[in-house]
Structure formats: C-alpha cells, structure tokens
C-alpha cells in the first residue's frame, strides 16, 4: 500500500503521542502511514482507549527505546516527532540525570543517524516546553525576544527546561551544518482526557489526586501564579500540521519555532477551587511552601503565557476552547482512572 506521508513518533504511549496518533490517522486530506514507537514494556492502553488497531495497515507499534540508535525503516519517513520525555515535576529533583538523557542522548541518537543515513532528511519535530522561558518575567512568552533565564543557580528543578532548551540549540545546529530541516514545539499545558493518572505528573492531576485522598487541595506559594492551558484536541491540529505541510505552503524547507499553547490565563488558586468544585459545594484549598509538594530545591514561574502570533502566522492557529469548556470532563477523566 502506498500513502502520501509518512511518520514515526517516539513516545506514542503517552499522553501527546497517543492523541497524535489518532490525529493523524482521522485527518482526511492525506493517508498517513504511522510508526509508534515507546519503550519495552510501555503502557499502550491510551491507544486501546482512542479506538487505534495495533498492527493496521496505517500504524504500527513498534518497541524501542530512543537511547538506542534509530533503526533505519524509523527514519525512511518524512518527519519524526520526538516526544519521548518525562513531564514529571516530581521526578526532575530525583531522577534529574534520566530526564536529561532522554531529552539529550535520545535527540542526538536520532540527529546523528539521520546524517550518517545521507540519503534522507526527515524534519524533526520536537516537543519542547514552555519552561525553556525559565524565570522570565517578561511576559507573554515570545519565541523570537524573550530572553531565557533560570534563576540564579542551575539547580535540579531545571533539568528538564535547560535539556530541552539545549536539544533546540542541537537542532538549530543540524539545521545549520547539515541540513536537516525542525519544527519545535513549547507546549504550554497541554491537557486532555487521557492526560494521567490521579497524583502522577502535571498539576491538574495532583490537584485531583488532592481532592480524592484529602479532600482538599494544595497550592504551592504564592498561589497567584498563573498558566495556560491548552486541550489535547486542539493542540493536535498545528502538530498535524508540522507534517501535512510538505503539500502546502508554508514552505517544507523552513524551521520552525512556535509556541503551542492558550493564552487564556488561570492563577493556580482559582483552578484549584474550579477542581474542588468538582468534588464538593464546600471546597477546601490550602496554600504550602513549594518544597512540601515537590521536594527541597523547587521553584514555580509567577507568570507563564505565551505569545501566540507564530502559531496563527505558520499554522493559522489560535486556541479556542476555554477552561470552563472542558474541565469538568477532564476532572471526571483523570478521578476515573
């Protein structure tokens, strides 16, 4: 069978790459041929749950790990989007140096075998992070002016901003001297149905995890910090996008830098008594030191909203759902599982 594109997703299991690959698959202009690949022993139900057959003649599951170099079937593709990665807050304190490899090694491993394999240049689309912006205060976010600090000492709670901040500068660099062609993505919250399990990751499941075991939920300091939050169904469009624009203008052989996110902004005090809400008519929020929630060395980001104009001059693109939209949903989602 032939398709008019093809791709290969690293860390397909998880939440963005699952939602990807249902994306890809339903959009109707093009015929897409998938490869997932994940880890030995990755968790596929996110697959199971989006209704995806394993093995069909559009996707194919594949296990490995991006430690290892890329096979070259994995790279005969048009683009590659590499998602692996731990999006764990919990984790950059205690496992700093396994969230570094895998933003790190696991680029350079498919970077370099993209150039020793000189018959083809797949784009590489990465998924980066809104934490790249570090302690910036100088917001919303903007891909081209902001200036990206950390605070003043390197500590373990950046690992993850400072190797994904890195793996852009990698790509830039590929793009530079050897012709392989990126489009980088800051994901700003993503969220969604399928996002995690009660207490695992990012903070809308904490704060669920909160409500069920504690009836209440903690905040971290000061608790008027804000974020952005984006749905999985809409952020899957400009991901698309990042590969079917190899028949459409904008042009294939441009890079990419581009902010995926909302810019409706929420402090974390009010999205906390949203999600309380949900459980109770009497809520209970209790503001704590950042330490007591992530351990010692942790820091949060007052502001984090990003500028949006990239998106809607690339992709033409704007976030439209709005957080009393979908978070009761998502809410019920994450406390079924």
């Known amino acids: 069978m032939t398709y008019d594109l093809a791709c290969t997703i690293t860390g397909a299991a998880g939440f963005v790459g699952s939602h ?10 093009y015929s897409v041929r998938v490869f997932a690949i994940d880890v030995p022993g990755a968790d ?28 070259s079937d994995f790279l005969a593709v048009d683009a590659i989007y590499h998602f692996a990665g731990i999006a764990d807050p919990k984790r950059y304190l205690t496992e700093s140096i396994r969230v570094m490899d895998l933003n790190l090694k696991g680029l350079t491993n498919i970077l370099e075998r993209i150039v020793l394999w ?52 990698y790509l830039k660099a590929y793009s530079r001297e050897q012709d392989v062609r990126h489009t980088i993505f800051r994901f700003f919250n993503l969220v969604g149905d399928d996002i995690d399990a009660p207490g695992v990751g990012r903070v809308l499941t904490q704060m669920v995890a909160s409500a069920l075991e504690r009836n209440t939920i903690f905040v971290t300091e000061p608790g008027t910090q804000t974020r952005c939050f984006t749905h999985i169904d809409e952020a899957v469009v400009p991901l698309v996008r990042a590969l079917t624009m190899k028949k459409y203008d904008p042009p294939w052989l441009e890079d990419y830098t581009i902010n995926l996110g909302s810019d409706e902004e929420i402090s974390m005090i009010d999205l906390a008594y949203k999600v309380a809400h949900q459980f109770s008519s009497n809520p209970k929020v209790k503001i704590v030191p950042p330490d007591t929630l992530y351990g010692p060395g ?40």
């Open 118 to 169: 000189s018959a083809h240049r797949p784009r590489i689309v990465y998924s980066s992070t809104s934490e790249v912006y570090g302690l910036n205060e100088d917001v919303p976010f903007s891909e081209r002016d902001s200036d990206h600090t950390f605070g003043p000492t390197y500590e373990s709670r950046w690992c993850y901003a400072l190797s994904k901040l890195v793996g852009e500068h």
């Open 298 to 337: 942790y820091a949060d980001v007052i502001k984090r909203k990003p500028a949006i104009k990239e998106a809607e001059r690339v992709f033409g693109w704007r976030a439209q759902r709005k957080i009393d939209d979908w978070l009761p949903g998502v809410v019920r989602s994450i406390a079924s599982r």
């Open 20 to 29: 990807l690959c249902r994306a890809l698959l339903e959009q109707e202009e």
């Open 44 to 71: 596929w139900s996110r697959i199971d749950r989006q209704k995806l057959t394993i093995g069909s003649n559009h996707l194919s599951v594949h296990e490995w790990d991006v430690m290892q170099p890329i096979r």
